[in-house]
C-alpha cells in the first residue's frame, strides 16, 4: 500500500483557511485518498475522499493533481472545534483492505 | 443510534488478567476491524473479519483473539495481560460494495489501562 507523508503540526486562527498537503508517490492506479479526522477521546470520522482532480461536500474540499502523487485537504473558514488530528489514508476503495493510518497532522486552530 | 458501539469504555487491570472487548455495529455492515492506538497516537489495524471470515490478521501475539459471532459483532479477547497493551482499542466497520465503498464507520474507542 502506498506510504503517505503527512506534516506532523499546523497551528491556524479561527476563520482561516487551513491546507493540509499529504504526499503519497508511490500510490497505485486503483488507489483512492481518503481522509479522516480524530478528535481527542473519539474514533476517526471519514471526511472526503477522492480519486483525482477535485471533490468538495459540506465539510471540506480535496484537490488531487494529474499525477495524484500528493493531495491537498482545504478546510474553508476553520473553528475552534477543528482543532483534531487528520488522517490521509491511500488505498483500493474496497472494504477490507488493510487500512494503514500513519501519525496524521495535529491542527490546532487558535482563537 | 450508535452506529458502532464498544464496551466498556474503559478498563483498568491487573498485568496477567484476561479481558474482552466488546464491538457491535448496526449499520449491516459485512466488514468489521480492530485497531489499536498507542501513546503516540499511531492507529495500527490488528485484525479486520468479512462475513465472519478472519481476512486480516497483522503480526499481533497469540494472546489477542478476535471472536466474530455474526456479522454485526466483533469482539476482542486478551489473554495475559502486559504492560504494553495498555492502549486504546478502537473497532470499526465497513461496507466491501456498494455506495461510497471503504469508509470507516469507528467506535469511540476502549481505554485499556494495564497496571
Known amino acids: 500500500l502506498a506510504k503517505t507523508t503527512q506534516p506532523i503540526s499546523m497551528d491556524s486562527y479561527e476563520g482561516q483557511e487551513v491546507n493540509i498537503t499529504c504526499s503519497h508517490n508511490n500510490i497505485a492506479t486503483n488507489d483512492y485518498i481518503t481522509w479522516y479526522q480524530q478528535f481527542p477521546s473519539q474514533g476517526p470520522r471519514f471526511i472526503i475522499q477522492?480519486?483525482?482532480t477535485k471533490v468538495t461536500n459540506e465539510v471540506a474540499s480535496l484537490f488531487i493533481p494529474a499525477d495524484r502523487k500528493s493531495s491537498t485537504l482545504s478546510l474553508p473558514r476553520v473553528s475552534l472545534s477543528d482543532t483534531a488530528v487528520y488522517y490521509c489514508l491511500v488505498g483500493p476503495n474496497t472494504g477490507g483492505f488493510k487500512t494503514i493510518f500513519g501519525a496524521g497532522t495535529r491542527l490546532f486552530v487558535k482563537a | 443510534d450508535t452506529a458502532v458501539s464498544q464496551t466498556p469504555k474503559y478498563l483498568v487491570t491487573q498485568m496477567g488478567n484476561d479481558k474482552s472487548i466488546k464491538c457491535e455495529q448496526n449499520l449491516g455492515h459485512d466488514t468489521m476491524y480492530w485497531y489499536k492506538q498507542d501513546s503516540k497516537k499511531f492507529l495500527k489495524i490488528m485484525f479486520s473479519?468479512?462475513?465472519?471470515?478472519?481476512?486480516i490478521n497483522e503480526t499481533v501475539p497469540n494472546r489477542f483473539s478476535p471472536k466474530s459471532p455474526d456479522k454485526a459483532h466483533l469482539n476482542l479477547h486478551i489473554n495475559s495481560l502486559e504492560l504494553g497493551d495498555s492502549a486504546v482499542y478502537f473497532c470499526?466497520?465497513?461496507?466491501?460494495?456498494?455506495?461510497?465503498?471503504?469508509?470507516?464507520?469507528f467506535g469511540e474507542g476502549s481505554r485499556l489501562t494495564v497496571l
Open positions: 473479519y468479512n462475513n465472519k471470515e478472519l481476512i
Open positions: 470499526a466497520s465497513s461496507r466491501t460494495s456498494g455506495g461510497p465503498t471503504g469508509e470507516l464507520f
Open positions: 477522492g480519486y483525482k
